[in-house]
């Protein structure tokens, strides 16, 4: 028969202890991961097909003109809306396509628009730097 010092029993109680928040630690961690490649890692498809478009910049100066400068201004100077030259520089391509189709910050009001002309904004837009 084996006997089993109480100093034995004691290091795997401590060690099986010290092991389960370290395994739920893990799991919540990988859990997050996963749920952040998720949420982050997909792109919008029509954010998809406009940046796969080449804009027009004179296209893109139209639409501005039309749509974009009552708040940002006829040279993009910022009125009610924020200046945006420069602002490729600042936010993603994405992050404007999201902004101009969300209105994300109030008061900008959200527009629908085919993925060629939001190519076309973008790509004026870059012209602005």
């Not at 100093?7 to 893990?26: A, D, H, N, T, V």
């Not at 997050?32 to 004179?58: H, K």
């Not at 085919?114 to 973008?122: K, N, R, T, V």
Request: net charge negative; hydrophobic share 40%; with cysteine.
């Amino acid at each position: 028969m084996k006997s089993t010092s109480s100093i034995g029993i004691e290091k795997k109680q401590i060690l099986q202890s010290g092991l389960r928040p370290l395994l739920l630690l893990s799991f919540i961690s990988c859990a997050i991961i996963l749920i952040w490649f998720l949420l982050v890692g997909t792109i919008d498809p029509y954010v998809e097909s406009s940046l796969a478009l080449q804009g027009s910049v004179d296209k893109g100066n139209s639409l501005f003109k039309m749509n974009c400068v009552g708040c940002h201004g006829i040279t993009a100077q910022g009125l009610v809306g924020p200046e945006l030259n420069n602002v490729t520089d600042q936010l993603s391509d994405e992050k404007i396509i999201n902004q101009v189709i969300k209105g994300l910050t109030p008061p900008m009001p959200s527009f629908e628009m085919e993925p060629q002309s939001m190519a076309d904004l973008l790509a004026y837009l870059h012209s602005l730097n």
